[in-house]
């Protein structure tokens, strides 16, 4: 049973596996970390997305092997209702989740993206999302939320 | 922002002290609570005809709902608290809310049809309006006054003149009401409204974006083990072997077969997907699906048609007047996945006698007879309990995940959560099925609509099923129900304009080729798509400008007005269709429609600009205007999330989705072969919302979906003159028609 040192939320954390290839995913559902979601196990749809390093990937699709070392953050981690991420607010303030499965992972998309772009265009949005599936067509309300996030009007 | 309603889902606690019934909630996320307390039963009534089934009064002020329909993300968990506190004069956010749980809830049936509101929803009304006259009669007594002189508002009884009141809690002095739902009871004038018609936010919105919201996906129980189902090789495929021994080496993972369901089980999630992989299984070869490109056409010739005629009105004249334009014209709309974003899952805790199911269902009560059934239990041993899951749209994977993990539950005895894959999903979530659509007719030179005659092949919906078919039972060999669901879909096949003659005829179908099964706003995506379309193509074979050319054929102000607001939103100006102009690369065109939905229900406008790619045949929607009545409106920013998202979901349905298979199986599994829409092609939206507060409330969850093919295909005539009748509207389909016109 090899150990793997990862950093989650800010919080150090050991976690054995004896799987090498254990998708990160279900690292953290074991952790009762459930705000990450399975939608594909494929990275097609993005319901799974966390940051690592700062960077939106798939943890269906990154081993914990590979994010051995890594400091991880998921929805969890970006905010809590006292100290809420501004996308959560103004996820909040637009209504923006239907069933909202897909809404943890855009909201990590859409923090990888503020963190390099201040003032997205709507145009960064869409294009930074567009590997984010929603169902219930939530998309429009996603949008006006990340530009109010950034604090522009949609 | 505030929470005005707690999640009830996630623990619940029902007791009765002294004869009144508290309930309480908290959102723990201890399985451990939500075992223990979900244990513990209320001795109250569950008749949808007494009062008490519906709303109890607490003693600390505050009032339970309990809510046989769910919210499945459409915002009955705001919209419902609000026509009861509304009703019963108290605050909304001393309303707690219970949904979907067959020990708990009364069966107000499914939560589908787009009826939460306008069935479920009234008859709480009904029950807040017996429950608030009970209390004022109460007090009026108590106090020596007269009922007409008291109010009953913020919780309390008053008098009208003013003074302290009666709290509702100390009025019923912890008794229930013991009434009968009284249909009479008088409701309150619309105008009188503080609560109902506000934009209140949706109670498990921050939740969700926090990330502890509790789906089914996310709910556990002690014990329980984590399955997956493995599919066979084929739908009709029966097991032969098993070969256990490929899945030794992976810690705790076990098969366990009931006949032809072969599952396997694990104490850790993981290690059961790896065994899943891994695990060598040999199935039957089964190739007994239709060829798929002769799908459509195969449709009229498929054995055991009957026919039925839905629509007959007037008669077609013997001679049609001269200038009159004679067409006709046949649509298809493919099978469909639901296509959650999140896999079904469910979890069952079965026993010798007794089982209880968490199950993201639409129809906890329903489910209980068929639960009951296939596991040989009596009804009221089984217990259904509704936790979200990933959006539903229809009868999805949801009921087949709990028929899975009460199966497995049972012959591993143990608890069992099921979770699917995204190509158990898109491979086995039941269809929207195939429909095919003929319309002729004709319209005279100055627009009246003569003959018209649509015929819908369709399959048939078994009278009295109380489900679909589910796949575990079916496999197990269990006793289930058989026959077919896809529900409502024959409706709106006829036009709603004036015409000399309208007939619509059924060409019943046994079954589909994939287990049908409703599908957001059931067929009438297509029926309307087609008949839409058709309405465009009269009104494109006089010259007619469009929106005139419906205007003409309608009398109700209703329908009326959303086509005379689309219009103004697309500042529409009226001129006929313009036809392809040939020089550009991209063409650029508007299209229109109109629906009543079910005609007796919500009234859509639907307006749609698009630019066609003459190159690629790829369709942008640009822009879409939408305005909706569907009279009272409870919530209005709840009414816009659903018209938003019908709209949107629907335009993926149009421009992408079809399901595809080869003669064994679905070969359309995953994100790729079954591709949606993207934020690339979301196009600007405009709704206007028409507020009728002294009409019936209507359902607003699926009539906009059905406006959105026929507008978008007239959008694409319009910019090309090319007329789309099969969907999805693929850039190969595009091109085909653009060069065969060149």
């Known amino acids: 049973m090899a150990k793997y040192n990862l950093r989650i939320n800010g919080n150090a954390q050991t976690v054995d596996s004896s799987d090498v290839d254990k998708p990160l995913l279900y690292v953290l559902r074991e952790l009762k970390l459930t705000a990450t979601k399975f939608g594909c196990g494929l990275g097609q749809c993005g319901a799974c997305t966390v940051l690592i390093e700062g960077a939106a990937v798939r943890s269906c699709q990154t081993s914990v092997a590979d994010a051995g070392g890594k400091s991880i953050v998921t929805l969890e981690g970006l905010g809590s209702p006292d100290n809420p991420h501004p996308l959560q607010t103004a996820f909040i303030n637009e209504q923006v989740p239907q069933c909202g499965y897909c809404t943890s992972g855009m909201i990590m998309s859409a923090a990888a993206l503020l963190s390099a772009n201040k003032k997205p265009s709507e145009a960064d949005v869409c294009s930074a999302l567009d590997g984010n599936l929603c169902r219930c067509g939530s998309h429009v309300r996603v949008i006006r939320a990340v530009m109010a996030a950034s604090g522009q009007r949609g | 922002m505030n929470a005005p309603v707690k999640n009830p889902c996630f623990s619940r606690r029902a007791i009765l002290k002294g004869g009144a019934l508290t309930v309480g909630f908290a959102l723990t996320g201890s399985p451990a609570n939500v075992i223990a307390q979900g244990a513990v039963a209320a001795s109250r009534t569950l008749d949808p005809k007494e009062v008490d089934s519906f709303l109890a009064v607490n003693g600390d002020g505050t009032v339970t709902l309990f809510c046989g329909k769910v919210d499945l993300g459409q915002g009955l968990r705001i919209a419902i608290p609000q026509i009861a506190a509304e009703e019963l004069g108290i605050n909304v956010d001393k309303i707690k809310f219970v949904e979907g749980d067959t020990e708990l809830t009364p069966d107000q049936g499914r939560t589908s049809g787009s009826n939460g509101i306008q069935r479920g929803g009234m008859q709480i009304r009904q029950a807040a309006a017996t429950a608030r006259k009970a209390l004022v009669d109460l007090a009026a007594q108590r106090l020596s006054v007269k009922a007409e002189d008291l109010i009953a508002t913020d919780g309390e009884v008053r008098s009208k003149a003013g003074g302290p009141g009666i709290t509702f809690a100390s009025l019923l002095g912890g008794r229930q009401f013991e009434l009968k739902l009284d249909p009479k009871a008088p409701l309150k004038d619309p105008a009188s409204y503080t609560i109902v018609g506000k934009a209140l936010p949706r109670p498990d919105v921050p939740a969700k974006c926090f990330g502890t919201h509790i789906y089914i996906h996310d709910f556990a129980v002690p014990g ?189 005895g143990r608890p069992v959560r099921v979770q699917w894959t995204r190509e158990d999903e ?84 046994k079954d589909a080729p994939l287990r049908p099964a409703p599908i957001r706003s059931p067929g009438k995506p297509a029926n309307c798509f087609a008949v839409e379309s058709f309405v465009d193509e009269l009104a494109a074979a006089l010259g007619a400008d469009p929106v005139e050319f419906r205007l003409r054929g309608l009398k109700d102000p209703r329908a009326i ?182």
């Open chain 2, 426 to 509: 898109l491979g086995w979530d039941p269809k929207g099925p195939p429909q095919l659509i003929a319309i002729s007719g004709a319209v005279r030179s100055d627009g009246r609509i003569l003959d018209w005659r649509t015929e819908l092949w369709i399959p048939k919906t078994t009278r009295g099923l109380p489900n679909i078919p589910l796949l575990a039972p079916e496999a197990a060999g269990l006793d289930h129900v058989t026959g077919v669901n896809p529900g409502l879909i024959s409706q709106n096949g006829d036009p709603s304009y004036a015409a000399e003659s309208i007939q619509v005829i059924a060409h019943w179908l």
């Open chain 2, 224 to 412: 329980m083990l984590h399955a997956r189902v493995i599919r066979p090789a084929a739908v009709g495929a029966k097991l032969i072997s098993v070969d256990e021994s490929s899945i030794k080496h992976i810690p705790g993972a076990k098969v366990v077969r009931v006949n032809d369901l072969l599952a396997v089980v694990a104490d850790d999630e993981w290690n059961v997907i790896r065994a899943s992989r891994e695990l060598h299984a040999q199935w039957s070869e089964w190739n007994g699906l239709p060829a798929q490109a002769d799908l459509a056409a195969a449709l009229r010739a498929e054995p055991g048609i009957v026919d039925e005629t839905l629509v007959n009105k007037g008669s077609p004249a013997a001679q049609r007047p001269d200038g009159a334009k004679v067409l006709s014209a046949t649509y298809y709309w493919p099978m469909q996945s639901h296509a959650s974003i999140g896999p079904s899952c469910a979890i069952a805790d079965v026993r010798a006698d007794s089982a209880t199911v968490w199950t993201a269902s639409q129809g906890t009560h329903g489910n209980q007879t068929t639960f009951a059934r296939f596991l040989g239990l009596p009804k009221d041993k089984v217990r259904l309990i509704y936790l979200e899951g990933s959006g539903c749209y229809g009868m999805n994977g949801h009921e087949d995940a709990a028929a899975d993990a009460a199966i497995l539950s049972r012959a591993a």
């Open chain 2, 561 to 742: 007005e959303v086509i005379k607001r689309t219009a103004a939103l697309m500042n529409w100006q009226a001129r006929p269709y313009q036809g392809a102009s040939r020089n550009s690369g991209v063409a650029r065109g508007r299209g229109i429609s109109f629906v009543h939905y079910k005609h007796n229900e919500t009234y859509v406008g639907m307006g749609m600009e698009v630019a066609v790619e003459r190159a690629s045949g790829r369709i942008a929607v640009e822009r879409v205007a939408c305005a909706h009545d569907c009279g009272q409106i409870i919530n209005p920013d709840g009414v816009r999330a659903q018209v938003e998202g019908s709209i949107l979901q629907t335009i993926s349905r149009v421009l992408m989705e079809e399901v595809m298979f080869d003669r064994s199986r679905v070969v359309s599994v995953d994100w790729a072969s079954y591709p949606i829409l993207r934020f690339s092609a979301v196009p600007k939206i405009d709704i206007e919302l028409i507020d009728r507060p002294t009409e019936r409330p209507l359902g607003a969850g699926e009539a906009a979906c059905t406006a959105v093919g026929a507008a978008l295909a007239n959008a694409v005539h319009d910019a090309t003159g090319i007329r789309l009748r099969t969907v999805p509207f693929t850039p190969e389909r595009v091109k085909t028609l653009l060069n065969s016109k060149a």
